[in-house]
């Protein structure tokens, strides 16, 4: 109850909060201004439930209550179901008896035309069943009551002239998902309101709660919930018994999770399901089916698509965005909240009979829409054909859905060489994978034939372009392979487009792992085949994947060529995407020619394309490219600053083969400014992903600036064994060869010859998969690594001989950690627990192991103890 305080003349006061207001400082600044402005006698904070409307107004109350001399009221209206009742309620909250023979609602007028003050009349919609009783009596208050204002909370709009309007959406949160700790703040994401509420609310019950470990699922928690305040606090009082990811899993999939056991709770606040079921049975019956059907679509959609799909009218789309159920933007479209999308698509779903033909619909609708952009995203208006699709991505995605579960072969059809190639312009290659790989596997649930296997053969084909680009390359054989085998089957052309023939990722595949003949024989094949059928899409591919392969051979006229012929193609299509692609090969071939400038103009302008499409993976290509023509002219201030940019955009959309070539730009920039242990490190991040990809030629690149880097740390022997193998391994692409080599030629002379020739045949008869491995290993360890510089051949001494005298009698001698390894087997540990104690994998303990037993010239345990103690190795 109201309490009139005499000595203030303010004649109510504000009902206690018993939690912290969090956020919203924008919000209350605004509203205040409205307030205290002479001109906005009524305004109304409209929003659905679960905003915090209430909140927000009882705490503008608070910042403007010294701006009205008697004060602020609120009235709360949640139990009040007929406007008979509203003057009452306001009474009681002034202490104004109503009695005699005068009408209740004069009394009222009289007692407010003297009063300054703030009304504060809260939930109100429910109120509107009779619009124009409820807004006339608010009408005479703000005529007979000069110094009264009202506030007033409603999910609907009160629509009179005398209102001003202030929409309340849900408090701010992060639109993108969170990234590694290392490239963000803690405080940048306590920014968000959204994210601070939860937090605050988090650990009032469980006071343990840690946002930077529980990070990723509050944020997926507050863009489900879109910030809504009520629905963040629900969510926030299970972290007591459930994890945050685990939390948002259960909002994705049932609105009931939604829901609070507190017992001092008013009951329209204990789940977000009673506030929605009350916003329901405000609407009349034919607002409710067009609510329900919109429930179809995701994120925004325009009136045109509302009326054809969901058969709602201008007057339904207004009547809805007045009662809060849906907004606006500034570019015309309508949203809806997501978790009134979803109480809609449960009230949609009691109605059988409408969800088949209104899914069916929005998925012919959106499918289709795809199609149409199939002509611009080939070429001529590229950009502007992505930034459509972009706009409508989110049905798109519903609709891809909806296509694949139904196994609709047309749609699936319609939509998928647009939607893969808006996959790779925008760099979205994991999502790609996720869409595709589901719809593999719902079309190869039948033997392919006929247009079902036509489609399985596209879909494949495109599925392995995406692999390729996360990295997956036994993967993209795999299913590219396999799409050649299925259009062999049928005895059919693949389609005309872009890499749609699965000859040009297999030559590609070819080039990856280093058998050029194999590249040359399919990418002819590919490029006959095409030329034949005048198919100049993937002609334009077969030419841009030969002059690749024609690169990695070493015939760079040639090369220079075929990037000519297929940017050519590209250019008549307008197809700017491709150009890109083309210029960094135009630009690749005139660096193994030696034309820096020329090269450095092409990825100059391969880079300006693919900035202009938002395409972060192009972008980095031709980063890592401008990179390396500064790092060969010896800029290597530039050519760090080029590479670690690209590295940053590889590290954001997870290209493995891009990350590997930025890191060993990295690698071979430190190398030469000294910086040998942020080489080692460089080098060695770079050739775990390449091993991991198996991209034979990327891991001889690498390896060529290990032996580099070694070289100079003095061990000379292990440095010439990686160079000696770069030079004569025949996955090495020209380039690695030369450069191999070249380097092999600036040591010699200062090589004792014996080293030279053992080293040189050593690395020529290498297994290319063993030497990772040893690689790998010695560059995990930094200390060995550092002191190996130590054990330079020439002089005949080294660091463990240093510790051991008599180690330097052994052919190779021992590095530290083997001597560590030597003492552990000694003790009798296994190698699991050798592995514990020194932090590294039991396979890598083996690897010790073997090493020891060949350097000690024994092939047992026992052999090897007996052997270094009689070298006194052992203490």
């Not at 607002?287 to 329900?292: A, G, L």
């Not at 940017?567 to 820096?596: D, H, I, K, Q």
């Not at 040998?676 to 460089?682: E, L, M, Q, S």
Request: a negative charge.
């Amino acid at each position: 109850m109201a309490q009139r305080d005499n000595r203030s003349g303010v004649v109510g006061k504000l009902p206690l909060q018993l939690t912290s207001f969090v956020g919203r400082s924008h919000e209350l600044t605004e509203i205040a201004e409205l307030l205290t402005n002479s001109d906005c006698r009524m305004l109304t904070l409209y929003g659905p439930g679960g905003m915090g409307k209430t909140r927000l107004a009882l705490q503008a109350g608070v910042k403007v209550q010294a701006h009205f001399r008697n004060g602020v009221c609120f009235v709360p209206l949640q139990s009040v179901q007929s406007i008979d009742f509203l003057v009452p309620a306001v009474a009681d909250v002034l202490e104004l008896p109503l009695s005699g023979q005068k009408a209740a609602a004069a009394q009222l007028l009289d007692y407010l035309q003297d009063q300054e003050m703030l009304l504060i009349l809260d939930n109100f919609e429910q109120l509107l069943v009779s619009p124009e009783e409820a807004t006339g009596l608010l009408a005479e208050i703000l005529q007979t009551a000069p110094g009264v204002t009202l506030l007033i909370t409603s999910q609907e709009v009160l629509n009179v002239q005398e209102e001003w309007l202030y929409p309340v959406q849900g408090m701010t949160f992060p639109t993108f998902p969170p990234t590694l700790p290392q490239e963000r703040a803690l405080a940048d994401w306590q920014e968000y309101s959204a994210i601070q509420l939860f937090a605050e609310r988090a650990r009032r019950v469980r006071r343990d709660f840690s946002l930077t470990e529980e990070l990723a699922g509050v944020v997926r928690i507050c863009q489900l919930v879109e910030g809504a305040p009520l629905a963040l606090e629900l969510a926030a009082a299970w972290t007591k018994t459930l994890s945050c990811e685990t939390i948002a899993g259960e909002i994705e999939r049932n609105l009931n999770f939604l829901t609070t056991n507190l017992r001092n709770i008013p009951e329209r606040q204990r789940s977000m399901r009673v506030v929605f079921e009350r916003a329901w049975q405000l609407l009349s019956p034919s607002e409710q089916d067009v609510f329900k059907r919109l429930s179809v679509f995701r994120g925004s959609f325009h009136r045109e698509m509302a009326e054809r799909i969901a058969g709602a009218s201008l007057p339904a789309l207004s009547a809805l965005v007045d009662k809060s159920l849906l907004r606006t933007g500034s570019d015309n479209c309508y949203q809806n909240h997501e978790l009134l999308r979803q109480y809609a698509a449960e009230q949609l779903i009691q109605s059988p009979e409408d969800v088949a033909w209104i899914y069916d619909l929005h998925c012919t609708y959106y499918t289709d829409f795809l199609h149409e952009q199939l002509t611009d995203i080939l070429g001529g208006q590229q950009v502007e054909a992505m930034t459509r699709i972009e706009a409508e991505l989110e049905n798109i995605r519903a609709a891809w859905q909806w296509a694949v579960e139904l196994n609709k072969i047309e749609a699936i059809q319609n939509a998928a060489q647009v939607l893969v190639m808006f996959y790779q312009f925008q760099s979205r290659f994991a999502e790609g994978v996720n869409v595709f790989e589901k719809a593999v596997a719902r079309l190869d649930m039948a033997e392919p034939a006929g247009q079902q296997g036509l489609i399985l053969a596209e879909l494949l084909v495109e599925l392995g372009w995406l692999y390729m680009r996360v990295g997956q390359l036994e993967n993209a054989e795999r299913v590219s392979e396999r799409s050649r085998q299925i259009f062999l089957k049928l005895n059919v052309s693949p389609p005309s487009g872009m890499g749609l023939d699965p000859l040009v990722p297999l030559a590609l595949l070819a080039v990856i792992r280093g058998d050029y003949n194999k590249a040359v024989e399919l990418g002819e094949q590919a490029r006959q085949a095409n030329e034949a059928r005048a198919d100049k899409q993937n002609l334009a591919v077969s030419k841009y994947v030969l002059a690749g392969v024609a690169l990695a051979r070493g015939v760079y006229e040639a090369a220079y060529s075929y990037a000519q012929q297929a940017y050519a193609v590209a250019s008549a299509a307008n197809n700017r995407w491709f150009m890109a692609y083309c210029l960094n090969e135009l630009g690749n071939a005139a660096c193994a020619l030696n034309e820096l400038a020329a090269a450095k103009g092409y990825y100059e302008a391969s880079y300006a394309i693919r900035k202009a499409f938002d395409d972060p993976e192009g972008m980095a290509v031709a980063l890592n490219r401008l990179g390396k023509i500064a790092l060969s002219q010896q800029n290597y201030p530039e050519a760090k600053t080029l590479y670690q940019q690209s590295l940053a955009i590889y590290l954001k959309i997870n290209d493995k083969g891009g990350l590997a070539t930025s890191l060993t730009g990295l690698g071979s920039v430190a190398r030469p400014t000294g910086e040998h242990d942020a080489a080692r490190r460089y080098f060695q991040e770079a050739l775990q992903i390449a091993a991991d990809m198996a991209y034979t030629p990327l891991i001889l690149s690498i390896l060529v600036g290990v032996g580099d880097l070694l070289l100079h740390l003095g061990r000379q022997k292990r440095g010439v064994e990686l160079l000696a193998l770069a030079c004569h391994h025949p996955a090495s692409d020209r380039e690695t060869k030369d450069r191999a080599c070249r380097l092999l030629g600036q040591r010699q002379a200062e090589i004792p010859a014996d080293v030279l020739a053992v080293a040189t045949q050593n690395g020529k008869s290498a297994d290319l998969a063993n030497w990772v491995t040893r690689v790998q290993v010695e560059l995990a360890m930094p200390v060995e690594f550092e002191l190996s510089k130590k054990e330079a051949a020439a002089v005949g001494s080294t660091a463990a001989a240093s510790l051991h005298p008599v180690n330097a009698a052994l052919v190779e001698p021992l590095t530290l950690r083997e001597l560590e390894v030597l003492q552990l087997i000694a003790e009798g540990k296994t190698n699991q627990q050798m592995a514990e104690a020194l932090v590294i994998s039991v396979g890598t303990a083996k690897w010790y192991t073997s090493q020891i037993y060949g350097k000690l010239n024994v092939s047992s345990r026992t052999q090897a103890v007996a052997r270094a103690r009689e070298l006194a190795l052992l203490a």
